[in-house]
Structure formats: C-alpha cells, structure tokens
C-alpha cells in the first residue's frame, strides 16, 4: 500500500501510514518513505554523534531497538526496523528528527511550534516541550479556532516574500494531565507510543486544505513562577527567540544551513509581531485560554 | 590600518539594531543602533581614522570622543573575527 500526504510543505509518498498528516493526492513527490536494509556507517562523513551520521548529502540516524533511518540526498527516506520494534515507536522519529532533517536540508524554516487560525490567519505558538503549545491549541480549538499544525510548524514566503504557514498536522499530542484538564479520559485516545502516557487528540478542519495561511505573530511560550505577562518583542531578541525555537536547531548546524536558516529568520522578524508569553505555573488552563484568545482579537 | 567587514559574516537589521552571525562559529551577536551604523559604513573598507570622522560628523560629537568609544567596540568585533583590521 502506498500513501500520499503533504505536511509542513513536502508531498510525501509513504510506504507506512501517517494517521496525523495531511492526505494529499499529489503528482511529484518531494519525499519518499520506504522499509528497506540501512548500512550501519555512511562515507565522508562531516558530523558524527551517537545517534546521527551526517555527510553532504545523507543522513543516518540510529535508534537502537528501534530502528535505523537512512535519508538520501534530502528525499529519499529508508527505515530499517529492529525486529519487535511498536509501529507507533518507529514513526515517531520520523515525525521529529527525520522531519526536522527533511525541512532543514530543504532550506523551510521549521519552528518547534503548534499553530492556529485566527481571522484567517496563522497564529504560531512555540516553546519548548513542555511549555504547553498543544494543550493552548486544544483549549482554542475547543473555541473554535481550527488547529494546522503541532510541534512543527513551517514558514512558506511566497512570491512577494510574505511569510505564510505550511499546514502540516491533524493531531495533537498531549500528556494524559493536559486532556484530563479539559475533562477528556485518556483511555479514548491513542497513545502516540508504548509506554508513554502522551495521547493522540485528532482535530478536524472543515477542508483538510493544503493551502498556506499569512502568517500574522509568533508567540514565544515559557512557564514562569511570577505573574501571567505577554509582551511584544521588537528588538533583536527576536533572533534570539526564533534560534531557540527552531525545530531541532542543531541539525541546522550540523548541516550546514545557518546562511538559509538565518535568511529567513530575519526575513521573518521584520515582517510579522512577535510575543512572549510567560504562563504561571499554577494558572487554570480555562483562565489562560480566556486571555489568550482575547489578545488574539486585539493583534 | 584599514577595517573591513568579514565577508563571512551575515547581516540583517532588526527596527535599528543589527544581528551579525558568524556561519563558521555558528555564533550570533546584535548591536545597537551606533553599531548597526559603523557596520553599515564599513560596506567600503575605511581606515581608523576616515571612520572616525564619518562618525564625528554624522553624530555631532568630538573625534577625540568617537576614538576614545569607538577603539574598544572594533577591537571586540576583531576579536570575535567579525571585522578585519589590516
């Protein structure tokens, strides 16, 4: 069985099924996912760490009692899986690292982010895992606001240079607290993996369109002690913020990619608004969802 | 003595500051708006002194000021290998 997709702005032909992504019928495949054997070293290698081997085209990453993942020339995707290896388990690296490397290698700006439509446009929130991306876009879901994208979310500019979003997700992954803080049982969901109490929430849009959105701000997500505070960025912290919430930035430097990642960066800073959002800790998820969704009609 | 920019530097201003990045160390550094400015006057290779007097000039401030402030931010910049003084 073959499947078709699009997510975060590559056509992806699979031999494995992705439930999250986007299916899509299209002609010329950007991706193509296979089983097949994976050496276990790559030649000319410019990067090695204990997972990952990197070369000037390929890219290797070893997961061991998983599976071996082997990327050629930024299209071509082959897994070899450990034998008793969960499905679920070896999709996942696909869905992060795997991803992460696809859209680096081809030059798409990639942000740890979950994003929304606001007014017909995309609202990105990013931050580091755990700082609460998916559950904010479940809370506004819930309200109404349709979901695109979770975990990564990728900066289309178009012809005028006009950054859009890429859709790319109809799934969010949340932690088995998150859906009981808005009176969901787990058990009804999917685990996303064995032994790992995160769950599968699937979000539906009236069309399950591929098309970009104009991308209007970005906010920076971070759990705090203090008080609830969003303010607007406009100095040069925005760097700063979209460095650190680039998906899986060190691929970037592995690479080779800090001239294109760092192009479009700024092509972004100055042309949408950025916020942080520093959330406390004990804040009812409701009441942030409240204030949340009464900036977005203000921006 | 003449000051250039280093050519594998990146540059992009945000509002009136500047972020340079280094793409062989990976490295990024922001300036302000008189940096941001210094950097876009040394587009043509200048020496120390041509610097200082655009500096003196556009700013309406002594040279001897503009060399006193000016000396430490370049020797930080050649330091970080951002620009080249020759």
Not at chain 1, 187 to 204: M, T, W
Not at chain 1, 235 to 240: A, E, G, H, K, Q
Not at chain 2, 4 to 23: C, F, K, Q
Not at chain 2, 34 to 58: H, M, Q, V
Request: glycine share 6%; charged share 20%; hydrophobic share 40%.
């Amino acid at each position: 069985m073959i499947y078709k997709y699009f997510s975060n702005g590559l056509n992806i032909q699979s031999e494995i099924a992705f439930p999250e992504l986007i299916e899509f019928n299209h002609e010329i495949d950007d991706v193509f996912i296979r089983f097949g054997s994976v050496p276990d070293k790559i030649d000319n290698t410019v990067f090695e760490g204990p997972f990952r081997q990197i070369s000037q085209n390929d890219f290797l990453l070893n997961i061991k009692g998983v599976a071996k993942y082997f990327v050629k020339g930024g299209s071509e995707v082959i897994i070899d899986p450990c034998e008793g290896a969960e499905e679920n388990t070896v999709r996942l690296y696909i869905l992060s690292t795997i991803f992460g490397y696809l859209l680096h290698k081809n030059n798409i700006l990639a942000l740890h982010a979950s994003s929304i439509v606001s007014n017909n446009e995309a609202i990105v929130f990013a931050g580091p895992s755990g700082s609460g991306k998916s559950t904010l876009a479940l809370g506004l879901y819930k309200r109404g606001y349709e979901v695109i994208n979770d975990d990564i979310s990728s900066v289309y500019f178009d012809k005028n240079e006009v950054p859009h979003v890429y859709p790319g997700y109809k799934h969010l992954k949340l932690w088995a607290n998150s859906l009981e803080s808005y009176g969901y049982r787990p058990i009804n969901f999917g685990k996303i993996r064995a032994g790992l109490e995160k769950y599968s929430y699937p979000v539906s849009r009236l069309n399950s369109s591929i098309e970009t959105i104009p991308l209007k701000a970005v906010f920076f997500l971070e759990l705090s002690n203090l008080s609830l505070n969003i303010t607007e960025i406009t100095d040069l912290r925005i760097y700063n913020f979209i460095q650190k919430n680039t998906f899986r930035y060190g691929l970037v430097k592995q690479i080779g990619k800090h001239n294109f990642h760092f192009q479009n960066s700024m092509k972004l800073a100055k042309q949408i608004k950025f916020f942080s959002i520093e959330r406390p800790l004990e804040m009812k998820i409701i009441d942030f969802i409240d204030i949340v969704s009464e900036k977005l009609n203000t921006i | 003595m003449v000051i250039s920019r280093n050519n594998d530097i990146l540059a992009n201003a945000i509002g009136s500051e500047t972020v340079m990045m280094s793409i062989e160390q990976g490295r990024y550094y922001g300036t302000n708006n008189t940096g941001s400015y210094i950097w876009k006057l040394l587009e043509t290779p200048l020496s120390f002194g041509e610097l200082c007097d655009r500096l003196a000039n556009d700013f309406n401030i002594s040279k001897d000021q503009c060399v006193r402030e000016v000396e430490p931010f370049l020797a930080e910049l050649s330091k970080e290998n951002i620009i080249i003084v020759q």
